[in-house]
């Protein structure tokens, strides 16, 4: 039988305020997250879900935002049915296609099928195209690499494309391992290791790369781990937060040893590069 999920439509003013929302819901057991123009789409677990759940949203209860929602069910097989319908193909750079396992198979170098399962990384999102942008400009050849928060597993296949040497892919959520694990097998990688886990689970290996697309809150309880297992070549590239949150980013990674270099920016997110001293 399906598991059966309930999606969560947020209307946001102003805008603003989702990727606080975000940060909070991620906390409670959402699993995913879609954006859009007046806010955004969270689903849950019906099993996770409870009445007074919203209680721990502070932002729900703030003057400086207008939040309402309407709360809806939807079974995982139609999820994915929906998904399909509305899922073209995604170009990034002039090698790379995202694309699922129903299109046909591009000419790019980088032919990458992703079949989401309720996971984040389609390559639809700013964040995940800033992401990969940077890794096809870095050379990969022969790094070890971890990639905290893989979701689908799209930023670690293309470090394996890319020819790196191993990666380590970790998410805390079941359904982003698995999801992981299917996509590994679809884009016939063999150097990527998943693991359910968290990024204490790393700690004891160092890492040429660190990559990391997850929620600005979830990303700064991550720096004190993060600085644990680079060495003084490490390069950390994250994303998953706005330009407005890059001074403070900066301010804290350096506390870890982190030297900012630069950053992307699309639509206002950010991913930014750093090299550890």
């Known amino acids: 039988m399906d598991e059966l999920f309930l999606t969560v439509t947020f209307n946001v003013r102003p805008v603003s305020g989702v ?20 806010g955004l789409i969270a689903y849950i677990k019906d099993s996770d879900f409870s009445e007074n759940i919203f209680d721990k949203v502070r932002i729900l209860s703030s003057k400086e935002f207008i939040i309402d929602y309407k709360i809806s069910k939807v079974q995982n097989k139609n999820w994915n049915e929906n ?3 509305n899922f073209d193909p ?32 389609t390559g639809h999102h700013e964040t995940t195209q800033l992401m ?16 905290i928060g893989c979701g689908t597993g799209i930023l670690s296949i293309i470090s394996e494309k890319r020819g790196a040497k191993f990666v380590d892919a970790i998410d805390i959520n079941i359904n982003c391992y698995h999801n992981t694990l299917e996509n ?3 884009n016939n990688c063999c150097k990527i290791k998943t693991t ?17 697309n997850i929620t600005l809150n979830n990303l700064k309880n991550n720096f004190e781990n993060f600085n644990k297992i680079s060495n ?12 407005n949150d890059l001074e403070n980013v900066n301010e804290v990674l350096d506390n870890y040893g982190f030297i900012f270099s630069d950053y992307k920016s699309r639509n206002n997110w950010v991913a930014s590069r750093y090299y550890h001293k």
């Open 232 to 243: 003084n070549k490490t390069t950390l590239i994250l994303s998953g937060f706005y330009e």
């Open 90 to 121: 995604v170009e990034i750079g002039q090698n790379c296609t995202i694309r699922a396992p129903f299109h046909n198979p591009s000419k790019k170098e980088y032919d990458i099928i992703i079949k989401p399962e309720m996971s984040f990384g």
């Open 196 to 212: 359910h886990s968290s990024s204490e689970t790393l700690i004891g290996n160092l890492y040429d790369m660190i990559l990391s």
């Open 132 to 147: 990969i942008e940077y890794l096809l400009e870095q050379n990969l050849e022969d790094k070890s690499i971890c990639d």
């Open 184 to 186: 590994i097998i679809r």
């Open 83 to 85: 998904w399909e319908k």
């Open 19 to 38: 990727e606080i929302l975000i940060a909070e819901l991620s906390y409670l057991g959402f699993e995913m997250f879609e954006e859009n123009q007046s």
